[in-house]
Every structure is written in C-alpha cells, then in structure tokens.
C-alpha cells in the first residue's frame, strides 16, 4: 500500500473576489489579511467577507488561512487575541502569525502556522517551532532543494511551505529594516516601502562610479512551476504563490496554471494527493508570462545563479514577443511568432537600458499601428505586458469547479428514493412518496438526462443509476423538484462533516536554538520576551529602532553584487578593478555601505550616517 502525502496549492487573495476565484481555479487553500495587523497593510478584509470566503472554500474541503503576521505593539495584543477568537468562530482554518507573543495570549484551539517572517531557514528552528506548537512552517525563499530536504529530513512530521510564484524580497524575510530606517515605514508591521525597487549608483571607496541609476537591488519574480516534483520529493506539502496585493487575474491565471501541473503530477505519482476536492475546467490556456512578472528565476533553488536579477526595471516585463524590424509611417514591423492584438500593450528596453512603452491601436499581420510612435530602434526585443484578449477572457467567469457525485434513483413501497454520494463518501438519501403508474416508452435514458442536470451547483454526475421493479413515469418537474432538494441536502451533510483542525497551544519550555536575541528577533512586546525566556533565551533586545541601533545592519541579502558583477572571490575567482567598500547612493542621496559575508554567502547592507 502505497503511503499518501496530500499536497496544499496555496493561493493568495487580495479580497473575497480574489480568494473565490482561487477556489474556482484549483486552489486547495487561500491565505487572505485579516482586519488588521497582517504583513500587507494594504490588503486588509472584514470579518464578514472572511466568513463568505470560509462556507464557500469549505463546500470544497479548501482550508482558509489569515494572515497575522506584524509583530504587535504592547497595546495592540488584546485586540488581537478578540480578533482571533472572530476569526476562529467564523471557521477559519489556521492563522499565520509572525509574533511570538500571541501564543501567550488566551487563544482559542485554532492552529498557529509560522510565518516565512519567522526567518524559517535552518533544521534546529523549524524543529523548535514545531514542537513548540506550530502545525506548519513557512520556509525562507532562498533555501536551496538540498537545504529543503536537509529539513524535511530532520522534521518529516513538520508540513513544510514552500514559495513557488511570485514576487522576492531582496532581504531575508523579517530581517529587513530598511523601510522602517528610511521612511519611518516598517516591513515587519506591513508597511513596506518598497526601497528594493529603487535606482541607485554603485560606487567604490574612492567614488568611482562603478554602475549609475540601476535597480540594483531589484530581483525577478520566482517561478517554479517546472519545479515541483522535485519539491514534493524534497519534503514539501504546501506550494505558496505570493500576490495578496495582486489583482483576480493574476489569481486566475498562476493558481490555474499551478493546479494544471500539480494534476499531471498527481497522474503518474499516486503517492502525492491533492488537498481538497472537486476537478476543474478552465475556459482559457493558462500561461504565467501573461500575468504580472519582472521575468522569472528559480532563485536559490538550485543553487546561486546570475540570472535572478532584473538591473533595468522593477515593472512587468510580460512575455517575449519578438523584435522590431523597421519603422514605417504610422506602423511598425515586427518579427516574432507570437501574434499581437488591438488594445495590447507592449514594452521595451531603450538604448540607455530604461523600460519603454506604447498601447497598439490596430494589428494589420506583422504590422503594428501604436496610440503614438515611440523612438525605437531596429532589433529591439518586444515585450507584451497587456494582453487585451487574455484579459477579456479572464474578465468573465473562466472556470468551473465540480465535485464527482453518484446518483442512484430507486423505487420502494411507497414511492422513490434518490439518494447522493460524492466523492468524499458524504451520502444522503431523500425518500418521496409519488403514485406509481406505468410509461408507455421506456423511461430510463430519460431519467439519467434529467438527473445529471446539476447545473450551477457545486456537483457533476460520475454514475446514474435508475434501479426500478418496473418502467415507472415520473414527471420531468417532479424528478427536477427533489433532484434540488437532495443537492441542497449534500451540500449540508458537506459542511456538516467539514472537519475544521483543532489545536490547543500548550505552554513549552524546550530550548530555543539561540541563548541572545538582538534586534533580528523582532520582539516588541512582553509577552514576546515571556515566550523566550521561558525557552531559554538569556539576553533579549527590544525590536528595531533607528535611533537605538548604531551601524545595524538594514537588509541581509542572499543576493550579492559583487557576485551579479562577477567578482565573487568564491564562485567566480576574479579580481574586482574598483576598491572596496562599495556604496549604494539613492537619487535622494542617501548612502548604504555594502559588507560580503562570504562565509555564510551573504550581503549586508548598512546606512552611511
């Protein structure tokens, strides 16, 4: 017997709308903002579409995680623990939290997962947080497969969460104070600045202007999608795409995508189950260069790699189209073989490496009529950003999920029964007394038509069975009225027999992998500094702040210049012509020293008083 390991499709929502489609779209689970205090101040939901999104995900068996991941200010934790306990009656699956001192609250028996924020990337922390309480960890997105597996092999109980689309941090996640340092903007309380996708210089110590006016901290977005059987093999169990700040046909198109792979996976790998239930059909192909990207990397996964840098813009790219032959009049010639459309928006990359663009009026074959002519040169590489079709298509309903149900139509003493199994073995039987009287055709093929008649429900007939004494009439507006009644009783016995997780967090007191936590640990509050001294931490600094912390260091990078300039005296053996320090200077001249730790294969950044 082959031991099964069911496998979570995570998706992210911006707001009900986002989180429905999600499900729709193949979605085993949806992480969506609570109210307040999530890591996106800017995707915030109310208790009322949170509860609509849980009874919809959970007719699916799709689980609902809410994101409470700041870090909590003393005077914000009783509110917090009220808001958990909303959440929790409203049937939320499980919270993911970054701060320390909400396990000290009196919380109800709902699972606590690990917030990526936690900074999740070594076996010892992974182990502590399990056995200290927490039902699922969310790694850094910079592990390698090999660190992944490192960990699942050292905690192979421990459900592991693994980022596989979307948008990268430059800085591990929960150890950047750059924003906070700045603007007075805080990443770890969901305010993030963005500064990553800032221009800046970099120059030497001698002001040798080295490179000027480049998005130097600025990454491509993660793509895994031709990835994941090798991340299932190395021990993880849920599939993370990032965007709570991307809009629905973002969600549409990636968590299609994603469950369109997953599925052919699960094909040839019985061993690797989905999540939750339900198959789904999809009106469009989905294609993950047609939604919002900066280009795609596989960032560490395989190890470092000069290729996960996007230097010449922070915006989306979208997909390669072809080149640009001549210009003509009012139109341009292409060479590609993709096909434009009316409406579609394109982008390129100037003679001074600057990110262009134009909107195209009308497509005549390889001719293209822009809204206006940009100054363009021959054989520049094309980029469409906009598809006008594509998102037409994803602006209506795109998909349809329906969960399999076997139909078994009987005959009794007193009249019919019906009765309704699904593929979760939920089964109901309605019984309805009816004057039997005999057909003059025969009715069976009639009866399985008007039966697999399920419509907009949730449902879709596998088998219809019709086992009569006798050829039996039934009138087509009676069969139709208790095939409605005995949907509307599955999809109770559904919710009923939902099984929503309960965990009771029970007080620990097993050793924390650190005895001294600086200002990386990211405690702001006393019940924070409880739960580590009750787990061994000796000395605890208080949580960041810019007048407190002398020379700290703003931004711990997996990402190294010197190595994206290839100098790296490790990987690469070269001699750099400039000499160091290095400095990042900001247009707003602002100065940042930058420092390579390359035993542990890092860049810091620091501010320059």
Known sequence: MIKQRKIELLAPAKNLECGIEAINHGADAVYIGAPKFGARAAAVNSLEDIAALVQYAHLYNARIYVTVNTILKEEELKETEEMIHALYRIGVDALIVQDMGITKLNLPPIPLHASTQMDNRTPEKVRFLWEAGFRQVVLARELSLREIKNIHTACPETPLEVFVH??????????????????GRSANRGECAQFCRLPFSLVDSDGKVIVKDKHLLSLKDMNQSDELEQLLDAGASSLKIEGRLKDVSYVKNVTAAYRQKLDAIFARRPEYVRASSGMCRFEFKPQLDKSFSRGFTHYFLHGRDKEIFSFDTPKSLGEEMGTMKEARGNYLTVAGLKSFNNGDGVCYLDEQGRLQGFRINRVDGNKLYPQEKPRIKPRTVLYRNFDQEFERVLSRKSAERKIKVSILLTDNEFGFSL????????????????EKELARTPQTENLKTQLAKLGNTPFEAKVIEVEFADNWFLPVSVLADYRRQAVEKLIAARRINYRQELSVWK??????????????????????????EEHGVQRIAMVYEKEAVENAVLMFCKHCLRYSMGWCPIHQRVRSPFKEPYYLMSNDGKRFRLEFDCKNCQMKVKAVQ
């Open 419 to 434: 009765r309704l199994t699904d593929e979760d073995d939920n089964s109901i039987t309605l019984a309805f007394p009816h």
């Open 507 to 532: 007080q620990t007191n097993h050793a924390f992998p650190q005895t001294t936590l600086t200002y990386l640990g990211n405690v702001m509050n006393t019940h924070a500094v409880s739960f580590y």
């Open 166 to 183: 979307g948008a990268l941090c430059v800085s591990y996640s929960g150890q950047c104070y750059v924003s906070q340092s700045c603007f």
